[in-house]
């Protein structure tokens, strides 16, 4: 059945077909047909716009891959990094830590508390992020939004083992179910922290 559906799509698919919208054009198309049954109905009227009209193209992908990624890096509160040319990123995924180098083909990653590590030659600088997503565009740009995000090098590890005792007992002592959800991401976060101190 599979074999034959790409024969069967062709045949229900009309010889004319639209673009997709990865393919806009830099001017968008009208259909003449359209336009022209419009004014022959409604003369004095301007025909309306459908929704490609509003589109704009997809940035160009370059035709070689740049040589450095371009990371912009923002807080609900603060703009850590805009537009910071580096070698490369890793961002806590919640599929695994994702590494991103330039040419990196397009992705929205949801991130979970971890590390996000920007290298610029030799120097690595390491932030703590509680959650947020990564988005990696065609033409080598990492846009990443975090809710909350410190450098490691500011992590207390006293208050970091003090939080995870406390929210690992919160957990034990847990009746309800909201009890259990709360404590378990306290004992996750502090964890990640404590992996992040620890190295």
């Known amino acids: ?65 740049p040589s450095k990624l371009t990371v912009n890096f923002v807080l609900p509160y603060a703009s850590e990094l805009s537009g910071k040319e580096v070698d490369m990123v890793i961002v806590p995924a919640t599929t695994g830590q994702m590494g991103v180098l330039p040419g990196h083909v397009p992705t929205i990653a949801e991130l979970k508390p971890g590390i996000l590590s920007v290298h610029e030659g030799n120097d690595v600088t390491k932030y703590f992020l509680s959650s947020g997503f990564a988005l990696i565009h065609a033409n080598s740009v990492a846009d990443i939004i975090a809710i909350e995000a410190v450098p490691v090098d500011r992590l207390d590890p006293a208050l970091v083992q003090k939080g995870l005792a406390d929210f690992t007992q919160k957990l034990s002592l847990a009746t309800t179910d909201l009890e259990k959800a709360e404590a378990q991401i306290g004992v996750d976060v502090h964890s990640a922290m404590n992996s992040a101190i620890t190295g």
Request: without cysteine.
């Open 1 to 65: 059945m599979f074999r034959q559906a790409s024969r069967l799509l062709a045949r229900a698919t009309p010889s004319r077909s639209r673009a997709f919208s990865s393919d806009v054009p830099a001017t968008p198309a009208q259909d003449s047909n359209f336009i022209e049954s419009w004014t022959k109905v409604i003369p004095n009227l301007d025909p309306p716009k459908t929704p490609s009209s509003f589109m704009t193209p997809r940035p160009a992908t370059p035709s070689s891959i």
